[in-house]
């Protein structure tokens, strides 16, 4: 409720999308770009994993993921990415601007720990991207969308997956 007083409007919405696009559409093609756009967030993680201050972060964040059950995920990975995404895209964005909100983003995603700066640097990366989908299509859908497809297969993937290297007799010749 206050953020339709304070927006004057939905904040689902935004109030001059760069695609003038019927209701429909804009919230379809926001979804495509959002389950396109959290898919390649999530594999350029991937990808990062086999650098230092990755394996780092991933030690430092890995506790909190343990510490789930798959429920606990889906819930934290929706709630916040409707929360965040309300807020920052649907409330700032059209008040302060894309990269304003983006910084703000980043700054707010800090962690403890020495990856704490490569873990701002990527959520402000991560909300610029966001906040430009929102941009586009005008949809706070697409954004939600890719927010909690990014939170919960990587949380899954933090709780599941062991980032130090097994060590092993021969370089794992016996086994």
């Known amino acids: 409720m206050v953020a339709v007083v304070w927006r004057s409007g939905s904040p689902f919405l935004h109030p001059a999308p760069l695609l003038s696009l019927a209701d429909s ?59 965040e995404e309300l807020l920052f895209r649907g409330l700032l964005q059209p008040w302060i601007g894309v990269f304003a909100q983006a910084l703000l983003f980043g700054f707010l995603h800090q962690v403890r720990g020495s990856s704490r700066y490569v873990w701002m640097a990527w959520a402000t990366a991560v909300g610029l991207v966001l906040g430009s989908m929102f941009q586009v299509t005008g949809s706070l859908l697409g954004p939600m969308v890719a927010h909690a497809l990014v939170n919960g297969l990587n949380l899954v993937y933090l709780k599941n997956h062991d980032p130090t290297p097994a060590r092993r007799a021969l370089g794992g010749l016996l086994g």
């Open 25 to 83: 559409a804009r919230h379809t093609y926001s979804a495509m770009m959002g389950l396109t756009v959290g898919a390649l967030i999530v594999m350029t993680t991937r990808l990062t994993a086999r650098f230092a201050w990755a394996r780092r972060l991933h030690l430092e964040l890995r506790p909190v993921a343990r510490a789930m059950d798959l429920r606990g995920i889906v819930v934290l990975a929706l709630l916040s990415a409707f929360g």
